[in-house]
């Protein structure tokens, strides 16, 4: 992929944007970037560089991507959205091309990673529930405010708010002194630039011998208040122009999307149900596989109501797609026999949640799941839910009464 068209290669030192930002360390890859820390000269914090590939395809969806990132800060100057701010862009010249570039606020560990982590056994509930808390505040104002789907919802694109303090941390002290000169100048009668460039290659070097500079996902679960923010709005779209009619990474697909009945706001509210059942299980919700005579899709539909009960035949026959996949009485073509697991017994047996922790949890999260697209909560209403503000320790003494069916444990399948 380090070739014309693709990444550009990058060094520790390498300054970007006539020498405003300084390439610290990689933090991270996707298909179409790689993505730095760099230390902003300027105001002296640290940055996230995003380095898109220079194809012109990629440069397309770069110019994309700023213009939904240009508008979700502008709308947001308080910075209370629970979104990923924008601070600057411009075009770097390299050997593979022309290259668009984000300089993004610098965000900590995926929560993705913070699941993996925990070695796949799911946060505690609390926590849970802190993130989803921000995860719908930053929906709420995508949705309601700005009329912006996301489309790609999921721990991955879910970041916690870095706490390192650029203060206290080696590398600033590395840089200040020798930044402060002008362009060009010596240090002990050596280029400064190659000082720096050691001094950073060393912190780097320490960082991956595990002597950190790195956020440990482990120190940032001991704070009360953990907070996150949505990333990576790449695919993200206007409700009003939908550009593409696969959307989402599989495994938090929306059924609507899966038999292409027309999408909008509530395809991001199933895959944040998807990824709040992750972040409490560890595990996903749906992991579907094809096998011997059907399909991922099919795979994934028939888990859909394993877990939820069986899709109204209205809906299932519904989609341009439905042909395919259902008869004409909304069953399975291909897959005849289910195996109904509601997700309540799923908590309780399989992930040892308490009869009544399990309830609340479903309570919350199986409106979010309707099969319906427009029945399913909006984010302002989920805010609303008292699941969110309850305290899981406690609640079997408040023996507090969720307000919403627990519906999915009744849902037969004929
Ligand atoms: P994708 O294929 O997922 O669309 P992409 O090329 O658009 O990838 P991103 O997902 O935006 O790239 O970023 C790639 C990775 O870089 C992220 O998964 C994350 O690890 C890291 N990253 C992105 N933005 C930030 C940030 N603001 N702060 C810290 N790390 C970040
Ligand atoms: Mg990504
Ligand atoms: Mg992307």
């Not at 799911?122 to 949705?143: F, Q, R, S």
């Not at 949890?361 to 699941?387: I, M, N, Y």
Request: positive net charge; proline residues 5%.
């Amino acid at each position: 992929s380090y070739r014309k068209g693709g990444y550009h290669a990058v060094r520790v030192g390498d300054p970007f944007a006539a020498g405003r930002y300084i390439a610290q360390r990689k933090l991270g890859w996707g298909h179409f970037s790689t993505v730095w820390l760099a230390y902003d000269t300027q105001t002296s914090k640290y940055v996230a560089l995003k380095i898109q590939k220079s194809a012109e395809q990629f440069a397309e969806a770069a110019l994309h991507e700023i213009e939904v990132l240009l508008s979700i800060t502008n709308a947001d100057p308080s910075n209370s959205k629970c979104v990923v701010r924008l601070i600057d862009h411009f075009k770097h010249s390299g050997p593979n091309g022309q290259h668009l570039c984000m300089v993004l606020e610098f965000l900590g560990d995926s929560l993705l990673r913070l699941i993996r982590y925990r070695r796949y056994k799911g946060l505690e509930l609390n926590k849970v529930k802190e993130i989803c808390k921000c995860v719908l505040i930053a929906l709420d104002y995508l949705h309601r405010e700005l009329g912006i789907i996301h489309t790609d919802l999921k721990p991955e694109n879910i970041l916690l708010i870095s706490t390192i303090n650029p203060a206290k941390d080696p590398i600033k002290s590395a840089l200040t002194p020798i930044l402060k000169r002008p362009e060009g100048g010596t240090l002990n009668g050596k280029p400064a630039m190659n000082i720096v460039e050691k001094r950073l290659k060393r912190t780097a070097r320490r960082a991956s011998m595990g002597r950190e500079t790195d956020l440990e996902p482990e120190k940032c679960m001991d704070g009360i208040d953990l907070r996150c923010k949505v990333v990576d709005f790449g695919n993200a779209c206007w409700a009003d122009k939908p550009f593409a009619e696969e959307i989402q990474t599989r495994q938090y697909r929306a059924p609507e999307v899966i038999l292409v009945s027309g999408y909008s706001f509530p395809a991001d509210m199933w895959s944040f149900a998807c990824t709040a059942f992750e972040l409490a299980t560890g595990d996903m919700m749906f992991a579907p596989k094809g096998g011997k005579g059907f399909s991922e899709d099919e795979d994934h539909l028939a888990l859909m109501m394993e877990l939820l009960g069986k899709m109204p035949k209205k809906i299932a026959i519904g989609g341009a797609r439905s042909k395919d996949y259902f008869d004409r009485h909304g069953d399975l073509k291909r897959i005849r026999r289910l195996k109904l697991r509601p997700v309540h017994r799923v908590l309780v047996d399989k992930y040892k949640f308490s009869e009544s922790d399990a309830r609340e949890f479903v309570g919350f999260l199986s409106p979010l799941l309707d099969f319906a697209p427009e029945k399913r909560p909006t984010a302002q209403q989920c805010l609303q839910h008292p699941w969110l503000n309850l305290n899981s320790s406690h609640q079997k003494e408040m023996n507090v009464q969720s307000n919403i069916d627990v519906r999915m444990g009744n849902l037969k399948i004929n």
